[in-house]
């Protein structure tokens, strides 16, 4: 079997430039891969309101990937720490099941895609889990709860075990 990092304590590994990640009971960072771009935010409820991966062909694309995961904290308990003048955006609605349009927010500079904003999600902003430093918190206090569009979901990729799974849309 493959050897995994040790996950029972918070773990930073080398990825991108920050070295100045952090968690705690409470709350965590998360930064692009430059950098440049920080936020933190909270771990638990009321702020963080769920976890989920998802295979829609728009998180596919844009992902540049074949899924993405995903976690939705409430605008209010979210914090940008640095960066926030170094995100760009992007909208469309055109591949989005809903048809409401969602707001994409770039670093700048490494591209790193920071978070998403819709209209289905009104307060709320969409963070990836994969830009979250310490990657012990996607083993327990952000393990996805719910996986949605299994339907697109390449076949060579199996789905995630104990999770929920919505064939489509199950935020909407
Ligand atoms: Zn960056
Ligand atoms: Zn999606």
């Known amino acids: 079997m493959a050897a995994t990092s040790d996950k029972s304590k918070p773990y930073f590994p080398l990825a991108g430039i920050a070295k100045d990640g952090w968690s705690n009971d409470d709350e965590a960072t998360a930064t692009c891969f430059c950098g440049t771009v920080q936020l933190k935010f909270p771990t638990h409820g009321p702020g963080l309101v769920d976890i989920f991966l998802c295979n829609c062909a728009d998180c596919h694309k844009i992902t540049a990937s074949m899924f993405a995961s995903n976690f939705v904290v ?13 995100l ?85």
């Open 74 to 86: 409430k605008d209010t308990h979210l914090t940008h720490i640095r960066g926030k003048e170094n």
């Open 88 to 172: 760009t955006t992007y909208s469309q609605s055109h591949t989005i099941q809903s048809g409401n349009v969602m707001t994409n927010s770039f670093c700048k500079t490494c591209g790193t895609l920071m978070y998403r904003v819709g209209l289905g999600f009104p307060g709320m902003s969409i963070l990836r889990l994969g830009t979250v430093d310490d990657f012990t918190l996607m083993e327990t206090k952000l393990r996805p709860r719910v996986e949605q569009f299994s339907k697109e979901r390449a076949a060579w990729l199996c789905g995630k075990e104990g999770v929920e799974q919505a064939e489509g849309n199950y935020y909407v």
